[in-house]
Every structure is written in structure tokens, then in C-alpha cells.
């Protein structure tokens, strides 16, 4: 009977006027239209610096009877001169054992405090850390120290990190993305320790424990170190935890200081792959600091830095060159950059750089469309937001924008920034950071297919080596 009437119901629905009904259904299921975001502001930190002139900054965060321990140490590749991935030797042999533990030790002395040790090397910047339980924050702190400050450092342990590091560096080589990665890099940071991503198997073979043993000394200090602590916690039990285990560090060194050469000369770039069915390309520059600079990135993503950007949907969607190409923006102290890069079919190499280049100069040419810049706006504001959700989210988005030196205030003002943005923002952005004339260009491909093609994109004809 139910079923009947809901038929006979439709009926006479459909006889009163068959228009009225998809109306009706249609505004009953639009979406609300969505609330202005909400200002973010940052629980209340309590930041310090020790006598060594190490910074302490407590997060009281969240409900969870847990605390995320972290140490940043303003160090790590921009540290190793000519001695590429010393500074990753040196890190993956600390974590072998410290403090008279070995590395199965230290673990089982983290588990038992319901987390796990970590420690991770990047370009400016060395990471050690803990997500433990509240009670045994103090003791964590303690194992951080140790970690950081009295690594064992053992000879027998330094020839399984190369035997890793050996094997990481041949997988690398191998792959195109890797290949065009280093050749991009060599471009835009000539003559600098970014642009020396891989060392060569002989450098990684010659590296001795003395030179480990010296990068240590010479770049883990309290004078580099800031020490974070989000979550819930025994405030007065941590700041007695930290200056026990971290009050007797030596200052050492400041952090090192080595800008990049800024907008070098532009380049074009051919690895030959014979016979290879896709090309691996990079195309980007140099750009200014792009920290504070919201307005690019809101551009960068829009142009090709989500799934629905506007370059994602000409060489993927439309055109079908390519399965994921992705722009993305470097943060780097020493000289930001950007890059758009994708693995395209060898037979569409010259047309996807070509529409590459069309996206950005259309960009340039006109302001995108209101609704492409909200989206863009609540696409922003919803990732800052929920990465800052979680105790380890909050501590590592505070250690990577105080390395830039943008810190708290830049977090606070953030939301506000992006929903300031207009269309003409984002024109202006893309006009300032990417002219056209100074981007490179690395290629990883066949080349007795491509070249050809790249010969019929005028922005790189020209600048092709011989």
C-alpha cells in the first residue's frame, strides 16, 4: 500500500506540471552555502631560551594524555659542503645506538613509553622524535638528549648505514624522476649544497668515521637546537626534564647561513633514455621567499598544485599526455623555488610542455574566475587547519616556519590572509614569480623522438644544447 501511494503521489506530481518536481527535488538537495572560515588562532605557547641558548616552546594542546617531543637542529645537507649526504650518514649512524644503548634498545625504551624514536635528516634542518604518553614525558626528553648529544657513533655500525645508503642511491639513480630531480637542481642552485642532491658511489665509499664523528661536533648544538613539546602535559616536570637534560649542552655553532645564488641564467636540460615509452619533465625557477607570500601560493596551486588544477585538467583530463603531474612550491631558507613536473608519453613530450607553458601565460593574461579563487581559498584554509589538528602536526608546522623565520605570528594570520585573496591576487602573483622567459627545462626521455618535438616549442627551441 506504501509503495502505492508513493506511486499515485509522483503521478499526480507529474501531472500538475513535470518541471515543478526536479525544483523541488533539486532545492531540497542543494548544499547550504558555506560559512566564512573561521579565524585559527594558536593555543597559548610558552617559549624560552636555556642559558646555552637553546628555545624550549610548550604547546598545551588537545585532550589526549599524550605529548609529541620535538627536537629541530638547525642542520643537515646545507652542512656538507662537498661531502653529499654526510650529514645523512651522520644521522642514520646516530640512531644505531646512543647513551650506551644499541638501536633495538632505544626502541624497546620508546615502546615502553607507548611510542617510537625517530630522528630525520633534510636540507636545513635535523629532526629527533618522541609521541608518548604524558607521564613519561620527562623520561623521553631524557632519550632525545641522549640521541642527540652522546650518539655511540660505532665503526662496526658505520658500514651497514653505507651498505643502506649504497643501495638507496643506486635505486635512485635508476629512475627517471631521480635523474631529472638532480639535473634540475644542478640548474637552479648551481654551485650550492641544494643542487648537489646524489654523491657518487665513490664519495658514499670513502666517507670515513672520523669525518661522521667531526660533522657531529662541529653542527648538533644547543645554539641550533629548538625543542618543542605539544600536548598535554606536567608543565613544571618538562621544563625541569629539559634543563637537566639539555641545560649542560655546549652552545656550538650558529646555524649556517649560505644563501643560493639567486635567478641563475636559465637552462635546458636532455637525458637520453632509449627506448623509453614515457619522458620525465621539470620545468620551474627560482622564486622569492613564498612563505609569506599566500597570494603564490594560492596561484601554484591553482595552476597545477591539486588534483582539479587548471594544468591537471589540460594534460591529464583533457589531453590524457600524462597520470599525475604536480606543481610544487619549495620552502627552502637559503632560496625557494617552484617546479611543475610530470611523467608524460614520450609522443606528447613537446605538446604537455607546451600547454604547461599556455596555463601559466593564460594565468598571466587574465585573472581566474571568483569561483576558482574560493575554491582555491577553501582548499587552503581546510589543509592549514587540519594539519595543525593533531600534537604532531602542531609541532612540526611550528619547527618548519620557525626555520623560515615566520614563527607563530604567521600561523595566526594565515586564514585571514588566504580569504583576503582576489583573482587579481593570484594574476599578479603568477606574473611577478613566473616569467616566462626565465624558467628551465630538464627532459629524461628518448631523445630521437623527442628532440624533434621541443624543437617546435618556441619558449626552449632556441636554448636546445647541441
Given at each position: 500500500?506504501?509503495?502505492?501511494l508513493?506511486f499515485?503521489?509522483?503521478?499526480?506530481?507529474?501531472?500538475m506540471?513535470?518541471?515543478?518536481?526536479?525544483?523541488a527535488?533539486a532545492a531540497?538537495?542543494?548544499p547550504?552555502?558555506p560559512?566564512?572560515?573561521?579565524?585559527?588562532t594558536l593555543p597559548?605557547?610558552t617559549?624560552?631560551?636555556?642559558?646555552?641558548g637553546?628555545?624550549v616552546t610548550?604547546?598545551?594542546?588537545g585532550?589526549v594524555p599524550?605529548a609529541?617531543?620535538?627536537?629541530a637542529v638547525?642542520?643537515g645537507?646545507?652542512?656538507?659542503?662537498?661531502n653529499?649526504?654526510l650529514a645523512d650518514?651522520?644521522g642514520?649512524?646516530?640512531q644505531k645506538g646512543?647513551g650506551?644503548?644499541?638501536?633495538?634498545q632505544l626502541a624497546d625504551?620508546a615502546?615502553?613509553?607507548?611510542?617510537s624514536l625517530s630522528?630525520?635528516t633534510?636540507?636545513?634542518l635535523?629532526t629527533?622524535?618522541?609521541?608518548?604518553?604524558s607521564?613519561?614525558a620527562?623520561?623521553a626528553?631524557?632519550?632525545i638528549?641522549d640521541?642527540l648529544?652522546?650518539?655511540?657513533?660505532?665503526a662496526?655500525e658505520?658500514?651497514?648505514?653505507r651498505?643502506d645508503?649504497?643501495r638507496?642511491?643506486?635505486v635512485a639513480?635508476?629512475?627517471p624522476?631521480?635523474?631529472a630531480e638532480?639535473?634540475f637542481?644542478s640548474v637552479?642552485?648551481p654551485?650550492?649544497?641544494?643542487?648537489?642532491?646524489?654523491?657518487?658511489?665513490?664519495?658514499?665509499?670513502?666517507y670515513?668515521l672520523d669525518?661522521?664523528k667531526?660533522f657531529?661536533a662541529a653542527n648538533?648544538?644547543?645554539a641550533?637546537t629548538h625543542?618543542?613539546v605539544?600536548g598535554r602535559?606536567d608543565?613544571?616536570?618538562?621544563?625541569?626534564?629539559?634543563e637537566?637534560?639539555?641545560?649542560?649542552?655546549?652552545a656550538g655553532a650558529a646555524?649556517?647561513?649560505?644563501?643560493?645564488?639567486?635567478?641563475?641564467a636559465?637552462?635546458v636540460v636532455?637525458i637520453d633514455?632509449p627506448?623509453?615509452?614515457?619522458?620525465m619533465v621539470?620545468?620551474?625557477?627560482?622564486?622569492?621567499?613564498?612563505?609569506?607570500n599566500?597570494d603564490f601560493?594560492?596561484?601554484?596551486t591553482?595552476?597545477g598544485?591539486?588534483f582539479?588544477?587548471?594544468?591537471?585538467?589540460n594534460?591529464?583530463?583533457d589531453?590524457?599526455y600524462?597520470?599525475?603531474?604536480?606543481?610544487?612550491?619549495?620552502?627552502?631558507v637559503?632560496?625557494a623555488s617552484w617546479?611543475?613536473?610530470?611523467?608524460v608519453?614520450?609522443?606528447?613530450t613537446?605538446?604537455?610542455?607546451?600547454?604547461i607553458y599556455k596555463?601559466?601565460?593564460?594565468?598571466q593574461?587574465?585573472?581566474?574566475t571568483?569561483?576558482e579563487?574560493?575554491g582555491?581559498?577553501?582548499?587552503?584554509?581546510?589543509?592549514?587547519v587540519?594539519?595543525?589538528a593533531s600534537r604532531?602536526?602542531?609541532?612540526n608546522?611550528?619547527a618548519?616556519?620557525?626555520l623560515?623565520?615566520?614563527?607563530?605570528?604567521y600561523?595566526n594570520?594565515?586564514?585571514g590572509?588566504?580569504?583576503?585573496l582576489?583573482?587579481?591576487?593570484l594574476q599578479?602573483?603568477v606574473k611577478r614569480e613566473?616569467?616566462?622567459?626565465?624558467?628551465?627545462v630538464?627532459v629524461?626521455g628518448p631523445?630521437?623522438s623527442?628532440?624533434p618535438?621541443l624543437?617546435?616549442v618556441?619558449?626552449?627551441a632556441?636554448e636546445?644544447?647541441?
Open positions: 500500500m506504501k509503495m502505492f508513493a499515485a503521489t509522483a503521478t499526480a506530481a507529474l501531472a506540471g513535470i518541471a515543478a518536481v526536479p525544483d527535488v531540497k538537495e542543494a547550504p552555502a560559512s566564512a572560515p573561521r579565524p585559527f597559548q605557547m617559549t624560552y631560551a636555556l642559558p646555552n637553546m628555545q610548550l604547546i598545551p594542546y585532550n599524550k609529541t617531543i620535538l627536537a638547525y642542520t645537507n646545507i652542512d656538507d659542503g662537498a653529499v649526504w650518514m651522520t642514520a649512524l646516530m646512543a650506551g644503548r644499541d638501536a633495538s625504551l615502546a615502553g613509553m607507548g611510542g630522528l630525520s633534510g636540507l636545513n635535523t629527533a622524535a618522541m609521541d608518548v604518553l607521564e613519561d620527562p623520561q626528553i631524557g632519550l638528549a640521541l648529544q652522546r650518539p655511540d657513533l660505532k662496526e658505520l658500514e651497514k648505514v651498505a645508503l649504497m638507496n642511491l643506486s639513480k635508476s629512475t624522476d631521480s635523474i638532480d639535473a637542481a637552479i642552485y654551485d650550492h649544497p641544494y643542487g648537489r642532491v646524489f654523491p657518487t658511489q665513490q664519495q658514499l665509499a670513502g670515513t669525518q661522521v667531526a657531529h648538533f648544538g644547543a641550533r625543542f618543542y605539544a602535559f608543565a613544571g616536570a618538562v621544563r625541569g626534564a629539559i637537566k637534560a639539555f641545560g649542560g649542552w655546549k646555524p649556517t647561513a649560505l644563501p643560493a645564488p639567486a635567478n641563475p636559465p637552462k636532455l633514455r627506448g623509453a615509452p614515457q619522458s621539470l620545468m620551474g625557477q627560482r622564486v622569492d621567499k613564498p612563505g609569506a599566500v601560493k594560492a596561484a601554484s591553482l595552476l598544485g591539486y582539479s588544477s587548471r594544468i591537471t585538467r594534460i591529464r583530463e589531453k590524457g600524462t597520470y599525475s603531474p604536480r606543481a610544487s612550491l619549495s620552502d627552502r637559503e632560496g617546479v611543475e613536473s610530470a611523467a608519453t614520450a609522443q606528447a613537446g605538446p604537455a610542455i607546451t600547454e596555463e601559466i601565460r593564460h594565468m593574461d587574465e585573472p581566474p571568483a569561483a579563487v574560493q582555491i581559498k577553501n582548499y587552503m584554509n581546510g589543509t592549514f587540519i594539519g595543525l604532531k602536526g602542531m609541532a608546522s611550528l618548519s616556519l620557525d623560515l623565520g615566520l614563527g607563530a605570528n600561523m594570520a594565515y586564514v590572509k588566504v580569504s583576503a582576489t583573482p587579481t591576487d599578479n602573483a613566473l616569467p616566462i622567459g626565465k624558467m628551465s630538464v629524461v631523445l630521437d623527442v628532440r618535438q624543437e617546435k618556441p619558449e626552449i632556441s636546445l644544447p647541441k
